[in-house]
């Protein structure tokens, strides 16, 4: 059963920077598209950034530029960059494959306010 791990999140103001990191146990984890997800109070879970096994990288047009995904095989971890954060970015961030193929975590939460 794969566990997902996410951690890093917390309480910071707006323009300011938090990194997430999510840690995957999952024996097939290099060959999968990781993406971070997050989910808004009485919204839908929604994609806000993926990468590819080899490093390729899309994000939601509402993160460009201020978010930046990356990943670690060798320690089964991606990583998410949140810079120039907004109030609207307050949600539970999760992380997942692309296809949300393996059992959700707790997720982490992300609240932007002054």
């Known amino acids: 059963q794969v566990q997902l791990v996410e951690s890093g999140g917390g309480l910071v103001q707006p323009g300011g920077s938090l990194r997430l990191s999510c840690v995957a146990s999952?024996?097939?984890?290099?060959?999968?598209?990781m993406g971070w997800y997050r989910q808004a109070p009485g919204k839908q879970r929604e994609l806000v950034a993926e990468?590819?096994?080899?490093?390729?990288?899309n994000y939601q047009d509402s993160v460009k530029g201020r978010f930046t995904i990356s990943r670690d095989n060798a320690k089964k971890t991606v990583y998410l960059q949140m810079n120039s954060l907004k109030p609207e970015d307050t949600a539970v961030y999760y992380c997942n494959t692309k296809s949300a193929a393996w059992p959700w975590g707790q997720g982490t939460q992300v609240t932007v306010s002054s």
């Open positions: 990468i590819t096994s080899g490093g390729n990288t």
């Open positions: 999952a024996t097939f984890f290099s060959i999968n598209t």
